[in-house]
């Protein structure tokens, strides 16, 4: 009666669609880090992510566990085919929670979490863009099991990809500095959110054009024929310039919902370019799905465990909403 392939579908694409826009903004705090004017910035600006960081990473493994489960082929060919950008995409992650519990009772030593913050959240926000970067451009496989070597996920598209999902991030934190912060933080995140925009959609450009070259199947699914996938381009034109009319308005709030919906077009555009495909350029969702008993015993446990995580996501958010205020630490 259901298809239940479809269902899971449908949960891990919200799970990962909600890790990367809420890990993303705080992410891209950590990107930011360095450039910020002074210690009191950095004292905002982590203060700002403090409270929810760790409840947004539960999104993470939402999405990761449930993909386990209901797909493990792609579990069996994205593991070997991507140990290391697993492994740094993790490391980074390690790095920067360590720092949020040390950075505040460290003195003289500060500086040192201050980088390990910044660098753990770069590396962290490139490994995820060398994945997607991956996941566009295939991998080779015999059968159901991964046969390429341990750099092949390595290429120029990749690191471009890595490098887009960087300065995504970043634009996401200086939006999200903007609607958390007030005085000297917020007037610095609002000179550096345009250059942010500018260069997103430079590399919004870039991936369009390389992304068809790197792809036979994107490719055919854009240029084949008219569909309605060019409204995705032409939506996000149009968001960014409304985002940018509200940096300029200095409207506190619009810019992160703005920058949000940006993330939206993009993560949609790129799911309908590789649909059905979980593992391209040969294998579709149904093809690396489980069985259906599995599914549906995975199914009935999910619907006790999500509003449990929406639920607690909400709270987090109704209490320390609001703008942080220099010196009280977590209690804005």
Do not use: C
Not at 68 to 93: D, E, R, W
Not at 196 to 209: D, N, Q, T, Y
Not at 232 to 254: E, G, I, N, Y
């Amino acid at each position: 009666m259901f298809d239940l392939t479809l269902i899971w579908i449908v949960i891990i694409g919200i799970s990962v669609f909600m890790y990367v826009l809420m890990d993303g903004f705080d992410l891209g705090v950590g990107i930011l880090f360095p450039f910020a004017p002074d210690d009191s910035a950095r004292d905002d600006l982590m203060n700002s992510v403090a409270p929810v960081w760790d409840g947004n990473e539960t999104w993470l493994v939402l999405g990761g566990t449930g993909l386990l489960a209901a797909f493990p082929m792609i579990y069996g060919v994205f593991l070997p085919a991507l140990y290391i950008g697993v492994f740094l995409l993790l490391a980074g992650l390690i790095f920067r929670g360590i720092a949020f519990e040390f950075r505040f009772k460290s003195g003289s030593n500060r500086h040192w979490w201050d980088r390990s913050f910044s660098i753990g959240s770069t590396v962290a926000a490139f490994a995820q863009g060398a994945v997607v970067g991956a996941y566009i451009q295939g991998f080779e496989v015999e059968g159901f099991s991964y046969v390429g070597g341990a750099f092949d996920w390595l290429t120029p598209f990749t690191v471009m990809t890595g490098i887009g999902v960087v300065a995504g991030y970043a634009l996401l934190g200086a939006t999200w500095a903007i609607l958390k912060t007030q005085g000297e933080t917020r007037d610095w995140a609002y000179r550096i959110a345009p250059t942010l925009l500018a260069v997103v959609m430079g590399f919004f450009l870039l991936v369009s054009i390389w992304t068809p070259l790197a792809s036979e199947h994107v490719r055919a699914r854009w240029f084949d024929q008219v569909s309605l996938l060019w409204a995705f381009p032409a939506l996000t034109v149009a968001m960014a310039a409304w985002t940018l009319h509200k940096l300029r308005q200095r409207s506190d709030a619009a810019p992160f919902i703005g920058s949000m919906i940006l993330f939206a077009l993009f993560y949609f555009g790129l799911l309908a370019s590789m649909w059905p495909y979980a593992v391209p350029p040969e294998h579709t969702f149904w093809d690396a799905a489980s069985d259906p008993g599995s599914q549906l015993f995975l199914l009935l446990g999910m619907l006790f465990l999500l509003p449990i995580i929406l639920g607690y996501t909400a709270w987090s958010y109704w209490v320390f909403r609001g703008k942080v205020r220099p010196g009280e630490g977590y209690g804005h």
